[in-house]
């Protein structure tokens, strides 16, 4: 069994460890991307947990932050609002022993934190970074983070428009036939092709978002490394929508297995009356259940109100923070954390 801690992806890329045929959102090229574009003030932490099969390897990527004025020191998990979910890259999936095994095999490395902080989670794998949290005698703490808008059980294009309301389905008719007649708009799916083209298109992309409702993008540059990732493995669905040459909405999907995931969506705000971003999500969603045969669709992270128009279910998404009770910053955080779950508790209705 071998436990090793590294500062850099390439060191950890040449151990030849982790499978590149994962989730994208889990995959070492994800973080290193992410380490490369958004890391910060951040240091790069591996922590890699080898058993005696190469196969059961886990790796845990996190960011050691300083926190506050009196050098404090936090380690995150090496995710943010670009992260859908957050996970150890593996080769398969893992139990919960071999997560507490990773954690006791860097208890020593992980004491040397004031708190750990791990987001976003689904409800079980938040359980799970929980118990491995107090395994190293951490106090945990879970609340939520976001909340996850999906679709699953997708049948086939007819199922799928047949569960949509009959506003979003009447307002794409009225929409969509504006357009036709019209004969000036017209709708472009990329998924393979050459990079200049690519390129050209997330130009495109950015130019709709630019002059979107939305705030400055913080990093387009991870949003395009990101989008090159998932079109060298056959993952993208890059659509724009043109109003005379001009692009006027631009979505960013990603198709892997049987799920289709709604990364990045904009429109430019001129062209809202005219339901651009609608049309462009029906036909992205018709080109990955008709073609793709994808089974279900995944809005990521938010819980905007148009989001239930497209979506049947949602979830919470969580975050676990740990806190170090061997140290004064640590056991501070505790105490506030434990506050505040008393006060949510007091908050919630009786409902006897």
């Known amino acids: 069994m071998n436990a090793m801690l590294k500062t850099d992806y390439q060191s950890v890329k040449a151990l030849q460890l982790f499978s590149e045929h994962n989730s994208l959102f889990v995959q070492p090229e ?82 040397s934190y004031d708190t750990i902080n791990i987001v976003p989670c689904q409800s079980d794998k938040a359980a799970l970074w929980s118990k491995a949290l107090k395994h190293i005698g951490f106090h945990s703490h879970i609340y939520q983070h976001s909340m996850n808008w999906y679709h699953p059980d997708i049948q086939d294009i007819e199922d799928f428009w047949a569960k949509r309301p009959s506003r979003l389905r009447h307002t794409l008719q009225r929409k969509k036939e504006k357009m036709q007649k019209s004969g000036q708009y017209r709708c472009h799916i990329f998924t393979t092709g050459c990079r200049q083209e690519l390129i050209r298109l997330l130009i495109d992309y950015h130019h709709c978002y630019r002059n979107s409702w939305k705030n400055i993008e913080p990093n387009p540059g991870f949003i395009d490394a990101i989008a090159e990732l998932a079109w060298q493995q056959g993952k993208l669905r890059l659509g724009i929508i043109y109003h005379l040459n001009t692009p006027v909405a631009g979505q960013i ?32 969603a018709e080109h990955v259940i008709v073609q793709d ?60």
């Open 30 to 111: 994800w973080f290193y991307l992410f380490e490369r574009s958004i890391g910060g003030a951040g240091e790069p932490r591996w922590f890699i947990h080898q058993p005696d099969s190469a196969q059961d390897a886990l790796c845990f990527p996190a960011l050691a932050l300083p926190v506050g004025r009196l050098g404090g020191k936090q380690l995150q998990s090496m995710s943010n609002y670009y992260s859908p979910y957050f996970d150890l890259m593996a080769c398969k999936p893992y139990s919960e022993q071999q997560l507490l095994q990773l954690f006791g095999s860097f208890q020593a490395d992980f004491a």
């Open 293 to 352: 045969k994808i089974s279900c669709l995944d809005f990521l992270t938010g819980d905007d109100d148009y989001k239930r128009d497209w979506m049947t279910h949602k979830r919470p998404l969580y975050g676990v923070h740990g806190s170090n009770l061997k140290s004064f910053l640590g056991l501070s955080s505790a105490l506030q954390n434990e506050f505040s779950r008393l006060r949510q508790l007091i908050k919630k209705p009786n409902l006897e």
């Open 253 to 284: 999907w990603f198709s892997e297995g049987n799920t289709a995931s709604i990364f990045k969506l904009a429109h430019d705000k001129a062209y809202t009356k005219h339901s651009v971003g609608t049309v462009l999500t029906a036909a992205l």
